[in-house]
Nanobody, 118 residues
C-alpha cells in the first residue's frame, strides 16, 4: 500500500496558477504510475492527469490539456500538478492517486481543495 499526502490547494482568482504536490511513501516510488483526479461539488470524480513511472509519458483530460502539467521527482517521491490559467470550473477537490492506470488505482490521497473565483 502506498500512502499519499497532497498539499498546495487554496483559493485563487481565475487566470492564476497553482501547484499541487503529492508526497508518497510506503513503496518504491519510481516503480508505479501516479495521477490526479478531481471532484467538483455535485459532480462525479473525473480523471485529470497521469504519468508513467519513468516520467516521460504523460496523459491529460481534454479539459486541462495545455493548461496543466504533471511531473514527478523520483528522488523526492513526489508528484506535482502545475495548474496554469485556472478557470472557475477547475474548482474541485483534487486527489492524488498511485499504483494503477485509467480509472483503476490502488492508492488515493485524502484530497486538497482548489477553489477558483471568477
Amino acid at each position: 500500500q502506498v500512502q499519499l499526502v497532497e498539499s498546495g490547494g487554496g483559493l485563487v482568482q481565475a487566470g492564476s496558477s497553482l501547484r499541487l504536490s503529492c508526497a508518497a511513501s510506503g513503496r518504491t516510488f519510481r516503480s508505479y504510475a501516479m495521477g490526479w483526479f478531481r471532484q467538483a461539488p455535485g459532480k462525479e470524480r473525473e480523471f485529470v492527469a497521469a504519468i508513467r513511472w519513468g516520467g516521460t509519458n504523460t496523459y491529460y483530460a481534454d479539459s486541462v490539456k495545455g493548461r496543466f502539467t504533471i511531473s514527478r521527482d523520483n528522488a523526492k517521491d513526489t508528484v506535482y500538478l502545475q495548474m496554469n490559467s485556472l478557470k472557475y470550473e477547475d474548482t474541485a477537490v483534487y486527489y492524488c492517486v498511485a499504483d494503477g492506470w485509467s480509472n483503476t488505482w490502488n492508492s488515493w490521497g485524502q484530497g486538497t481543495q482548489v477553489t477558483v473565483s471568477s
